[in-house]
């Protein structure tokens, strides 16, 4: 083992890669500072770089960048009152309350030390379980991959979302998008209409950068100015008093690893699904829960704990079964499959080096974390004053030429645009996008490992539950879906007990 | 573009049938068993369900959130712009191949701002500046194939 961490830390010292990190953490800063720029777009429009990059290099690039746009996030939310991706929404209130009372060097203090404490205690989270996971998954066949890949769509619909109905519906889009082209049994060509751009079914790359760029240009072009009041902060007094209070919320912050890596691990839900949580758990629990919501600093140490611990543990099932923990690791599992790598158990056997550079790479990105955040809020203010109506065209353009090189196709153009037109309709009518992107890419896992597990048993379904791991796999995913009715049931149980 | 649930939900149950429909001549696999047909069928079938439900729940709760203007929506200026979108990105599409990567990329990059009330002297000199950029890291460095067109560079 200690061999494989030396190599991947030779392989990460070289110039190459320092620079990558460097431009990667300041492209993720950018992002995720400027609001209505996520990471997941940012990712997406990250993929005709990976290109030209070493498969090593491309991991380091989308790692790096997700975790500091998901701490960038927390600036304009404590700033200008508006989340810079949707992952810093659950605390932006209290975080704008406590800079109105004059507080916004400890809020952002607080930001920036939490996203790294959490982002590190992640890492440590996937660089224990992955290689234990991956044990196991060697066992895996057809029929625990179905199930896995139903476990990851159910999580989806029941967990990651307010309404699951919607979700579903959403869901549903992207499967259906990931029947188009020729089917797994007979090579049949479904839902092409005739164009052989189609044969090869709908391009996951250009889709993505149509439904988190495109969409989000759409919904920018209603204004011109976003103007808002920007609160100035003075960066160098950010760590004075953050010492003590994370001090005083120890425990929470380990509450809040750990909930935010396990909302990561399960696939589907991201890093925004586990700050609700987290932030929903902190209340429960807090001394005083009245103060939530109107200038609170424990639910800010708890959610930003959580959202950037969530990152690491969404690696863990796109590395070990190929199974996304959210949409970036699902561009991610893209990103392998273009360099002729396929994520799954025996990646940890055959590019070791890989896996440890990912791990090294979680851990180099949240310490930098530190001095690079400080300097992303010494500039906030020229950061949040970027001209949007300048903005907006010049990330349509690099939409465009990214769609366009993952194959030197128009078609993709095309589809980019649909995808656009698409996601921005979806999400106005509050129907979320994410779980599109999942459909995508569990799509084919699910049919394909039930197709085979079928024709292999020839049409025996009892195969999908008297195998022990099956089984197990099979039982979480009907729990996931009784999920919301078990509080009732246990109430009339209690009850019906209770009057017997 | 916020639509009645009601109406969005039946969009899903016309969509959910249409894909079944789109699979009934498919063919199926030795011994009568659901082949390419099988997945496509159950997806259509569950978004007609789910469809059907979330039209059911906006009857129930009356949604009155319709906030499109079908009268006045060629008078919004956030309309007006998204279709500028549109129709520019398949105007490129159309016009890339002949004339160039630099002229139509420079020219939708000036319409879009221009669009955003960028004032026009410094709209163009942005989209002709941003353009080259782009030109120069995705087909110089990168080796992307864009058209060339009627310039060559």
Redesign the interface.
């Known amino acids: 083992m200690i061999d494989h961490i030396l190599t991947a830390l030779a392989m990460l010292s070289s110039w190459k890669l320092l620079l990558t990190i460097t431009i990667c953490s300041i492209y993720g800063l950018f992002v995720g500072a400027v609001p209505g720029l996520t990471a997941t777009m940012a990712a997406a429009l990250l993929v005709p770089f990976t290109f030209f990059m070493d498969p090593l290099q491309a991991l380091v690039a989308i790692v790096t960048m997700e975790a500091m746009a998901i701490f960038a996030g927390d600036i304009p939310a404590a700033l200008v009152r508006i989340p810079g991706t949707p992952s810093s929404a659950a605390y932006t209130d209290d975080s704008y309350e406590l800079t109105k009372q004059g507080k916004a060097e400890l809020v952002l203090g607080v930001d920036v030390m939490t996203s790294a404490i959490g982002g590190l205690m992640g890492a440590v989270v996937l660089m224990t379980s992955a290689p234990l996971l991956a044990e196991v998954a060697l066992m895996f066949t057809s029929f625990e991959y179905f199930w896995l890949a139903a476990l990851g769509l159910s999580a989806t619909v029941m967990i990651a979302s307010t309404n699951p109905l919607k979700a579903g519906l959403a869901l549903l889009v992207g499967l259906f998008f990931s029947t188009v082209g020729l089917d797994i049994t007979l090579g049949y060509p479904r839902f092409t209409f005739g164009s052989t751009e189609l044969l090869n079914g709908v391009d996951f790359i250009p889709a993505m950068i149509g439904l988190f760029g495109v969409s989000e240009i759409l919904r920018n072009m209603a204004s011109s100015h976003l103007q808002y009041p920007i609160t100035s902060v003075k960066a160098e007094k950010i760590f004075s008093g953050v010492a003590k209070t994370l001090w005083k919320y120890k425990a929470n912050m380990v509450r809040a690893s750990a909930i935010g890596t396990f909302i990561g691990i399960l696939p589907g839900a991201g890093a925004d699904i586990a700050a609700w949580i987290a932030y929903a758990a902190s209340k429960r629990f807090s001394k005083e829960p009245e103060k939530f919501g109107k200038g609170a600093i424990e639910p800010i140490v708890d959610a930003g704990t959580a959202n950037n611990a969530c990152l690491a543990g969404d690696w863990v099932p796109a590395l070990v079964f190929g199974i996304p923990g959210d949409s970036i690791t699902a561009i991610v599992i893209g990103v392998l499959f273009m360099k002729g790598l396929r994520p799954g158990p025996m990646i940890f056997q055959q590019q070791p080096e890989l896996v440890y550079a990912v791990y090294i790479s979680f851990i180099i990105a949240n310490i930098l974390m530190v001095p690079f955040g400080y300097l992303a809020i010494k500039v906030s203010g020229n950061l949040l004053k970027v001209p949007r109506n300048i903005l907006m065209p010049a990330i349509l353009m690099f939409c465009i030429v990214g769609s366009f090189a993952i194959n030197n196709s128009f078609f993709d153009i095309g589809v980019m645009l649909a995808m656009g037109i698409l996601g921005y309709f979806f999400e106005n009518n509050g129907i979320p996008v994410a779980p599109i992107v999942l459909g995508m890419v569990l799509g084919p896992i699910v049919e394909q490992n039930f197709m085979i597990s079928m024709i292999k048993t020839q049409w025996d379904l009892t195969q999908f539950f008297t195998r022990p791991a099956a089984a197990i796999l099979a039982v979480l995913t009907i729990l996931t879906w009784l999920a919301p009715f078990l509080p009732a049931l246990a109430r009339r149980f209690r009850s019906q007990t209770a009057s017997a | 573009?916020?639509?009645s649930?009601t109406v969005?939900g039946a969009g899903?149950v016309a969509a959910g049938a249409l894909?079944i429909a789109?699979?009934l001549n498919?063919?199926t696999?030795d011994g009568g068993?659901p082949?390419?047909s099988?997945?496509?069928r159950i997806?259509?079938g569950?978004?007609a369900v789910?469809?059907g439900?979330?039209s059911v729940?906006g009857l129930r709760v009356r949604d009155a959130t319709e906030d499109v203007d079908w009268l006045r929506l060629h008078r919004s200026?956030?309309f007006i712009?998204?279709m500028?979108?549109?129709v520019g990105?398949?105007a490129?599409?159309l016009l890339?191949?002949r004339v160039g990567f630099l002229l139509t990329?420079a020219l939708?990059?000036f319409i879009?701002?221009w669009?955003?009330?960028?004032p026009v002297v410094k709209a163009v000199i942005?989209?002709v500046v941003?353009?080259t950029i782009?030109h120069f890291l995705?087909a110089k460095?990168?080796r992307?194939?864009?058209p060339m067109g009627i310039l060559w560079w």
């Open positions: 573009m916020k639509i649930d969005v899903f894909i789109g699979t498919y063919p696999l068993h082949g390419p099988l997945f496509p997806l259509g569950m978004m789910f469809g439900l979330v729940q200026t956030a712009n998204a500028v979108v549109l990105v398949l490129y599409i890339v191949e990329g939708l990059l879009v701002m669009r955003l009330k960028v942005v989209a941003f353009n782009v995705f460095v990168m992307v194939p864009l």
